[in-house]
């Protein structure tokens, strides 16, 4: 069973940084991607960042120059660094894992609050 456990979350004033984490633990079959997704109040939930295992990245247009999603693929773990935060940044953030014969694990979500 895969768990992922996610970290680093909180609450933050405009133009302030964090930096999100998301490990995993467990019997971890071949990794495809790992992302990061966020839902906002009465909205959908939308695709942030993804690193495929081969290193494409792709982010939503609202977060590029901004938001920068990394891994460190032995532990693995995958992260967010999130800088000059907005106040329309302000979601539940979820880590994603897309292991082979399409099978998906998510993390239990971390709060971001962006306020003055």
């Known amino acids: 069973q895969v768990q992922l456990v996610e970290s680093g979350g909180g609450s933050v004033q405009p133009g302030e940084s964090l930096r999100l984490s998301c490990a995993a633990s467990g019997i971890i079959p071949r990794i495809t991607a790992m992302s990061w997704y966020r839902q906002a109040p009465e909205k959908q939930r939308e695709l942030v960042a993804r690193i495929r295992s081969g290193g494409n990245i792709d982010y939503v247009d609202s977060v590029k120059g901004r938001f920068t999603i990394f891994r460190d693929t032995a532990k693995p773990t995958v992260y967010l660094q999130m800088n000059s935060l907005k106040p329309e940044d302000t979601a539940v953030y979820y880590c994603?894992?897309?292991?082979?014969?399409?099978?998906?694990?998510w993390g239990q979500g971390t709060q971001v609050t962006v306020s003055s």
């Open positions: 994603k894992l897309d292991v082979v014969l399409a099978s998906t694990y």
